[in-house]
């Protein structure tokens, strides 16, 4: 992209932005030339396809040239766009909150059914960690008549789940709290408890993606010495919380969810629990339902 006197068309600039990406080592390079591009230019991916000779403005191209930066200096592009989509909606990311992935989607699934499942006219929940709010928000859009505790020790964190509420229209049946785990809501009861905890154990945070070990925040990653720091706090504390027959679910890393599931019986409330797979056929979700008299 050095000679700013040649025409830069739409084709022209993703092939040279795919192979300049490859060059650095960015994993899917095509597929993020293609989401930087498309919005930049304000367009759905299909428009590249079929404008592949419209040639980009000067302003484009600088615009574009930033992104591209930010983009080999291993920055996510979520962080660049400032937006993720989760579950069919829009949320805002930054830097203070961890970029929301696909897996996070069978937590909020698994949580949807067992909530509609309860058949009652009012049902409270609580998400723990809620960092952009993908989890909790999303399960109040597909869950009408719920209402949500949030928690997260980050401030920052918290005013972005604030905003990404304001914007979905939840505002009103969500409040946000912030703390460290269940301390800020140790008085409510509630039909589920949910959480996509810090599990990366300490021994796989060199090994992490730089997208991930440099630029997302290490609070929402790192789980401790073997990932399961925040698990043992959740089900030693969390059941109490419950009301009768009641659920809590948590996302899980790979390995961990025989681990997770073991430390969540060993609560004397706790009668039974679940594990459910993701697209990939790991295990990814632990749910641990409490006892009913």
């Known amino acids: 992209m050095a000679d700013s006197n040649q025409i830069w068309t739409i084709g022209r600039i993703l092939k040279w932005t795919e192979q300049y990406f490859e060059q650095k080592g960015v994993e899917s390079p095509r597929l993020d030339a293609e989401v930087l591009l498309s919005h930049l230019l304000d367009k759905q991916r299909i428009y590249l396809y079929v404008h592949f000779d419209e040639p980009l403005q000067a302003e484009e191209l600088a615009a574009y040239r930033e992104m591209v930066k930010q ?7 979520a962080y660049i766009l400032g937006k993720k989509e989760f579950m069919g909606l829009t949320f805002k990311v930054t830097p203070d909150t961890l970029v929301p992935r696909p897996d996070t989607e069978i937590l909020v699934q698994a949580a949807v059914e067992r909530l509609k499942g309860m058949e009652k006219d009012s049902l409270r929940f609580a998400d723990i960690g809620t960092g ?3 989890i909790c928000l999303s399960v109040l859009n597909f869950t009408p008549g719920s209402t949500a505790d949030t928690v997260d020790i980050s401030s920052a964190a918290r005013a972005v789940a ?7 229209g939840l505002t009103d049946r969500i409040a946000f709290h912030t703390g460290d785990l269940l301390a800020p809501i140790k008085e409510n009861k509630y039909a589920a408890i949910l959480s996509n905890p810090p599990y990366i ?4 945070i060199p090994g992490l993606a730089p997208e991930v070990r440099c630029k997302e925040p290490m609070t929402a990653l790192a789980g401790g010495k073997d990932g399961l720091d925040f ?16 659920f809590m679910a948590f996302e899980v890393g790979i390995h961990q969810a025989q681990d997770v599931a073991a430390l969540a019986v060993a609560n004397p409330l706790i009668a039974r629990t679940e594990i459910i797979k993701d697209y990939a056929g790991i295990d990814r979700v632990v749910v641990a339902w409490k006892k009913e008299r």
């Open 132 to 134: 952009t709010g993908a």
């Open 71 to 77: 983009r080999v200096n291993h920055v996510p592009v």
């Open 162 to 168: 604030e905003e990404n509420a304001d914007s979905l």
């Open 201 to 204: 154990p300490e021994a796989d």
């Open 231 to 246: 698990y043992r706090r959740l089900c030693d504390e969390a059941p109490a919380l419950l009301e009768e027959g009641g």
